[in-house]
């Protein structure tokens, strides 16, 4: 039970990667209230906690269902990850940032970035996603430790949670040109991490052979 525990969150807290989140969360959010922030890493990490709980009790179904594999998972994920890292590296946001007044209200709603990119691909991600699926088959149906996994995913969702919601002050601390900075060494990093993606899905599916 401890050896599955610690591989678990061991697992999930490299898949999920909660710091790395956190900067990121608070590079896209730089121009945000700190009550539209704290909504937006709440939301996020539900939404993410329900995709991940979901993937794990029935991923290995659903995806055998669906006729879709691991590898085609692992792409899509690296090449939306590919787009956002395009986005931090040159300070901007796919949608309009700049609002007048009047439109204020409806640009907040338009810039939420809960559910994308932050809930999904970032938090639940692919290499998340997989992680949860194949940890729950190395259980083989043991009750027990289904939930020992369940609850280490748990966990390091809720320390998400927690980042996320201390993502502002790191915003207070840095300052707009400082967030900047940190938006463009994301961005970098989460293209490389992107292309990593889509390397080990292309090379999974076996397109080009062994």
């Known amino acids: 039970m401890i050896e599955t525990a610690s591989l678990a969150l061991a697992t999930f807290f490299a898949t999920i990667g909660p710091i790395d989140v956190a900067a990121v969360f608070a590079a896209l959010t730089a121009t945000g209230t700190l009550e539209h922030k704290r909504s937006m890493a709440i939301r996020a990490t539900l939404m993410a906690s ?17 006729g879709i594999s691991l590898a085609a ?44 990119p932050i809930a999904t691909p970032l938090i639940a991600g692919p ?3 997989g992680a949860a699926i194949l940890l729950m088959a190395n259980t083989e149906g043991d009750l027990t430790l289904q939930l020992i996994v369940i609850a280490s995913l748990l966990a390091i969702l809720l320390l998400t949670g927690i980042a996320l919601l201390l993502a502002s002050k790191i915003h207070r601390l840095l300052g707009v040109t400082g967030m900047h900075v940190i938006s463009r060494i994301m961005g970098v990093l989460l293209s490389s991490l992107a292309v990593q993606f889509i390397f080990d899905g292309i090379k999974q599916s076996g397109v080009f052979g062994a």
């Open 50 to 66: 329900v995709i991940l709980v979901t993937f794990a009790l029935i991923g290995e179904v659903l995806l055998a269902s669906l």
């Open 73 to 116: 998972l692992r792409t899509a994920g690296g090449i939306l990850l590919l787009l956002i890292g395009i986005e931090l590296v040159f300070a901007r946001s796919s949608g309009g940032t700049s609002t007048t007044d009047e439109e204020e209200h409806e640009a907040i709603s338009k810039q939420d970035i809960s559910i994308f």
């Open 127 to 129: 290499g998340a996603m």
